[in-house]
Structure formats: structure tokens, C-alpha cells
């Protein structure tokens, strides 16, 4: 059988890598909307209800407003935007988050895809809230760092257009500083945390790839976990998932830096566990590329599992282009 995909917002960042992870697929049947129509209800109505799946790559506002126009019960969705990600209806697109997960994945209609600092914040701090190593009041710091086109065609153009109006030629900036980030709402539900964790992101001058950190004072939590305790807990939770690993602690020890652009092109999330015994330090650091298992790969993913197809179709590194 061949499935029909409709992405609602194809023209973004996230619905074109969608649309490349897609098109060369037999397997899948693309549907379109000619430009002259594609801001057109009527249209967009008909083929919002026409798919087997939508994936739906638009601003919050019109992602409700698509869903709301859907009255077709056998089509499915899973929405790329922030505006189901807390939401009780929907299932969390993140089948590795805990054993059966990826089997709500499959029964469900409507399923919201992660944010890219979320996914990656989540996948740490989950399995530790979880085991009880890190208690859900612990005040939690997140600290990360993202090529810029994790920021849409805005942020691509203040890097790349030296003719638009908020063209930078700024290595590097730390932003939203009020302290406030879309993805903040949706950490706090999925990692279990009774208190607000404090998302400080940042922006680098390259395309794409992230890099997420957790630090641990360890001497302030319960107990006094080690670094092996941390690493211990994590690889356990993550043990047989294809797309996310735990780096092994002797590997991580013996690295000299991390690039976030390492693992572009893939569908990864690599967790590493640095750490000083002596101090009681550690950090865990989460390394994707934010337009794959960040956005794009992930919900080629949740497609996939949504579809009863295996979750890496189409999601080989080689068979991504480039972007």
C-alpha cells in the first residue's frame, strides 16, 4: 500500500527536509498544492482530509487551525509545531521516551512531534527524574547551543543575507534572554521536573547540529551519585534503541571537544557523560542535528511508526540530501 503524506507548510525548513526525507520513497505518495492555491482554505481543506497521514510544519496558530479543519476520522497527523506538546489528546512523538511509547505512537491519530531543545533535554533529564537520581524539585539548569537554521527562514536570513535587515555577522549570540522559550513548557512536562528548568540557548554562525547540556553539582542530589551512576541510568533506559545511544565513558574521557554539527544528516541523538570524580562534577551533553531527530528525521520517524512501516524508512544518512 501506498501511503498519501500532505505536509501543511512544505516551503518551511522543517517541511522541505520532510519533503527530501519523502519524495524518493515508493512507498509514499506526496500530495500537493499548486503555489497559485496553497494559502487557499477551500484547498487546503480538501487536501487536508484527501491524506492517509499530514504532517503539519506551520505556525501554532495555524496548526490548530488545520486540525480544526480536518473532519475526515481516518486521517492522521503529527504536528511539527509547539502547539500540542503539552497537550493531554495528543501522544508525545519520542518513541524512545519510555517502553511503550512507540506503541502509543502507532495507535494514535494525532501525535505532536519535539522540539529540537526538548527532545534532547527530555532524553536526559527523563530517565533520571525517573530513577530518582535527580529529584523532580531539583532546580535544573539546560544550557545549549544551535546552528541557526533551527530558527527558521528569520534567523537563516540574519545569517546568511547580508541584505536583510537583522543580517549579523556575530559568531555566536545567546538569546532569549527574558527567560522565556517556547520548548520550556514542554521540558518540564516530559522530564517529570515539579520545577521550572531554566533554558539558557544560544546560536552559533553554521547551518545545523546542537549541542544540549544537563550540568550536575552531584554532591547537591541525593545521595551522591557518581558519574558511573548517571551513565549507569541512562544507557539502561536507552539499551537497544536505534536512534538514540550512550556513548561509553571511556570513549567520552578520552574527547578533546565536541563539534555540533558531528552527526548532521542522520536521524542521531548521542548522549555523552563527561565528568571529574574528584569534584563531584559531571554534565551530560546531547548531540543532534536539529533538523533531524531534532525536527525533520523525527517526524519521518513518527510517520513511519504511525504508518506501521519500520522507523528508520527512509531515515538512512545516506538517502537524506543535502541541504
Known sequence: MVAKIFIDGEVGTTGLQIKARLEARADISLLRLDEAVRKDPAARGEMLNAADLVVLCLPDAAARDAVSMIDNPAVKVVDASTAHRTAADWVYGFPEYEAGQRDKIAAARWV??????????????????????LPADFPVTVNAIS??????????????????????????????????????????????????????????????????????????????????????????????????TVVDRAAAAAMKGLEPESVNGSNELRLHVFAHEEHGHAVVMGLLDNLGKGASGQAVQNLNIMLGLSDDAGLDVNAIPAY
Open 112 to 133: 505532536t512531534n519535539p522540539g529540537c531543545y526538548a527532545i534532547t533535554a527530555v532524553a536526559m533529564l527523563h530517565p533520571l527524574v525517573k530513577g530518582g537520581l
Open 147 to 244: 546552528g541557526y537554521s533551527g530558527g527558521g527562514k528569520n534567523m537563516i536570513a540574519e545569517f546568511e543575507d547580508a541584505q536583510a535587515d537583522n543580517y549579523s555577522e556575530a559568531p555566536f549570540r545567546v538569546y532569549a534572554l527574558g527567560l522565556e522559550h517556547k520548548h520550556v513548557p514542554e521540558i518540564q512536562r516530559w522530564s517529570g521536573l515539579e520545577m521550572r528548568p531554566l533554558l539558557v540557548p544560544s546560536v552559533g554562525r553554521y547551518r545545523q547540529g546542537m549541542i544540549v547540556q544537563l550540568p550536575l553539582q552531584l554532591g547537591a542530589l541525593p545521595g551522591r551519585p557518581t558519574p558511573g551512576d548517571v551513565h549507569d541510568m541512562l544507557t539502561a533506559h536507552y539499551r537497544d534503541c536505534r536512534f538514540v
